[in-house]
């Protein structure tokens, strides 16, 4: 992804609907602090190799920057860019006072021995230690980076500043001031949305045949929920095989192969495709929830699905936007519709503030509550301004909320 692809062309989209003036723009589409960092790790075999992080802020006019740290080869100054604007957009469709922020640290973590690993997460927070904080940026996890790194980041940055701050990062483990519910968190707060949705739509989502493309946290989380509330999943797809099974998968089942072998291909019913073919499966509500730009406009055309619910981040790209629309598809947009992994954090973040910790059913509760009124604040935001697809609304929605903040504190 790149700062100028497409999240600043939905940005745009919604500045223009929004009728702001250039400097407004700008305001906007320029990330208010950048930092890029170079810094050393010690290697197993007592050689020095030197790496390049980057933290971005991309507004904080609402509170402090919130987003991932990716470590991944691709990472550049320019992704991290875009993934912070997203972030800000995301953080205000849902109502969090926060803006967003996204870092990462260019690396093939495959390479690294889990000392190398541990090094390297600690090195980067040394990095960045002055940019970031409980009140001024709160990282998280993203590809390649998980509870175990940000248990050594907290544990770092704790040293640096002489004392415990527990809510200067999210997605830790619970020993240490994790959140319950947030491993599903992004696959419950996917189903709430759908459910809302459905409910305008006219679609039951007891008699719905859904199709979940990725089976990992979220896509295997998201055929849980739904396979038990009732819908029927007639087909999932790793990144190896497709199932599909008119008669619905056996979604426990499904977990349990995945589990034991590492992947889909031994369940043992159903009819088999290749995983990209599960797009053009019979089905009511297609839930895209491995990798971005899945959707394209080779295949959007193909679709059946009544429904998007788009749970991975970018799934489908504006080509299959237009296609899909013309198709009559409604797509519920990812930053409304997997907004729920942040949405847990900010519980998180909470709960390390108050030294007080709530039940899964409390965290379950306040999440359902965010997310069907961002998902109404939305839906009305479309209706009176007669808005052609979720994805403006919500870009929109968000965009002035955020506008609103930097009038407000004289920014504008
Ligand atoms: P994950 O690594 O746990 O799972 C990814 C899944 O996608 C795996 O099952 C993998 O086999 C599958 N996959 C990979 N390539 C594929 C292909 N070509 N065809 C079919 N399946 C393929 O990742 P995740 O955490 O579940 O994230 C999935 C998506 O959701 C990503 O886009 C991520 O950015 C987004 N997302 C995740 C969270 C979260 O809380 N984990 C929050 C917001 C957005």
């Not at 519980?347 to 709530?358: H, L, S």
């Amino acid at each position: 992804m790149s700062f100028n692809g497409t999240a600043a062309y939905q940005l745009k989209r919604a500045i223009k609907l929004l009728n702001l003036n250039d400097e407004t723009a700008k305001a906007l589409l320029e990330p208010r602090r950048s930092l890029e960092v170079t810094f050393s790790v010690r290697m197993d075999d007592g050689s020095v190799r030197v790496f390049k992080g980057y933290r971005v802020q991309h507004t904080d006019v609402m509170g402090p920057a919130k987003g991932g740290i990716r470590f991944h080869p691709n990472v550049d100054l320019s992704e991290v860019k875009a993934l912070a604007t997203l972030m800000s957009i995301k953080c205000s469709v849902i109502g969090l006072p926060y803006g967003g922020g996204k870092g990462g640290v260019t690396v093939n973590t495959k390479e690294l021995s889990e000392g190398e690993l541990e090094r390297l997460s600690r090195g980067y927070v040394r990095a960045i230690a002055q940019f970031v904080s409980s009140d001024k940026d709160i990282p998280a996890p993203d590809m390649y980076t998980n509870a175990q790194i940000m248990a050594w980041m907290v544990d770092e940055f704790s040293t640096l500043k002489q004392c415990n701050d527990f809510g200067f990062i999210t997605g830790k483990p619970l020993s240490i001031g994790g959140s319950v519910g947030r491993n599903a968190a992004t696959a419950r707060g996917g189903f709430f949305v759908t459910r809302a949705a459905c409910e305008k739509e006219g679609i039951s989502l007891q008699k719905a045949r859904i199709a979940v493309h990725g089976f990992g946290n979220v896509g295997g989380n998201a055929a849980r929920i739904f396979a038990a509330e009732g819908s029927k999943v007639v087909a999932i797809a790793d990144s190896k095989t497709a199932i599909y099974d008119a008669q619905g998968i056996d979604v426990e089942l499904a977990h349990e192969i995945k589990a034991k072998t590492g992947t889909l291909e031994d369940y043992p019913k159903g009819q088999k495709m290749a995983p990209e073919e599960l797009f053009q499966c019979d089905c009511d509500i297609l839930i895209p929830a491995s990798l971005e730009e899945v959707l394209t406009k080779d295949n959007a055309h193909l679709v059946k699905a009544k429904l998007i619910a788009e749970l991975a981040n970018g799934p489908t790209t504006p080509e299959a936007d237009k296609i899909l629309a013309e198709k009559g598809v409604t797509i519920l947009p990812d930053i409304l519709t997997n907004a729920g992994g942040v949405t847990v954090s900010y519980f998180e973040w909470i709960q390390n503030r108050m030294g007080y910790y709530w039940t899964a059913e409390e965290v379950e509760e306040k999440l359902e509550k965010l997310m069907y009124k961002a998902y109404e604040d939305i839906y009305k935001f479309k209706q009176e301004n007669n808005c052609p697809d979720y994805r403006l609304a919500a870009f929109a929605i968000a965009t002035e909320r955020i506008v609103q903040a930097m009038r407000a504190r004289g920014w504008i």
